[in-house]
């Protein structure tokens, strides 16, 4: 059983950057998502990356988001820049496809002036 856990959230301005960081408890060999879902919303997939590097990104991210891993550190990290307020929501990691015993608590990016 792997457990996940997103850190790095917070309150920030328009245009501004976070990097949110995914701790996992075991080795992940699978490609990793950051997922993210704001209120009233569906979870959505924001980014994801194969265990050799390859990244994918929605649309309404390309260019401003950038999703790493360090397989030796069992982690996943998103760096956020030009933050917009519809960015604002709940940010988790899961595998990609997720696995819903994987879901944790997640980290709260708000984008606000």
């Known amino acids: 059983q792997v457990q996940l856990v997103e850190s790095g959230g917070g309150l920030v301005q328009p245009g501004g950057s976070l990097r949110l960081s995914c701790a996992a408890s075991?080795?992940?060999?699978?490609?990793m998502g950051w997922y993210r879902q704001a209120p009233g919303k569906e979870r959505e997939l924001v980014a994801s990356?194969?265990?050799?590097?390859?990244?994918t990104y929605a649309d309404s991210v390309k260019g401003r988001f950038a999703i790493s891993r360090d397989n030796a550190k069992n982690s996943v990290y998103l760096q956020m820049n030009s933050l917009k307020p519809e960015d604002t929501a709940v940010y988790y990691c899961n595998q990609y496809p997720a696995v819903g015993r994987w879901w944790g608590q997640g980290t709260q990016v708000t984008v606000a002036s």
């Open positions: 075991g080795t992940i060999f699978s490609t």
């Open positions: 990356i194969t265990r050799s590097g390859y990244s």
